[in-house]
Nanobody
Framework: QVQLVESGGGLVQAGGSLRLSCAASGRTFNTYTMAWFRQGPGKEREFVAAQRWSGGIVDYADSVKGRFTISRDNTKNTVFLQLNSLKPEDTGVYYC????????????????WGRGTQVTVSS
């Protein structure tokens, strides 16, 4: 069982940066693929980024490549998402998710979810 709690969201102007954190409980954190999803107003939840349990392999949605960076610290059971060069279209609730498979962008393939943290980017 893994419980996830996100933090770090907020209101930022376009071009600004935020760093999201996801604190995980559970002794098996380092065996899971960890991912970030987001859900904008009136939109479906979409994949943003994922990192394999070993930390060496990452995947990003095309819309965030070169701007967002996912990382994890298995010693602290925490995964991070650095958001740079933010755009108004990045606005949404950002969710941390954990799953056992790699290469999954479908939210239904992830077992554990946090409650989300709001990111609002003003133009």
């Amino acid at each position: 069982q893994v419980q996830l709690v996100e933090s770090g969201g907020g209101l930022v102007q376009a071009g600004g940066s935020l760093r999201l954190s996801c604190a995980a409980s559970g002794r098996t954190f380092n065996t899971y693929t960890m991912a970030w999803f987001r859900q904008g107003p009136g939109k479906e939840r979409e994949f943003v980024a994922a990192q394999r349990w070993s930390g060496g392999i990452v995947d990003y949605a095309d819309s965030v490549k070169g701007r967002f960076t996912i990382s994890r610290d298995n010693t602290k059971n925490t995964v991070f998402l650095q958001l740079n060069s933010l755009k108004p279209e990045d606005t949404g609730v950002y969710y941390c998710a954990g799953g056992t498979a790699w290469g999954q962008t479908d939210p239904s393939r992830y077992t554990y979810w946090g409650r989300g943290t709001q990111v609002t980017v003003s133009s």
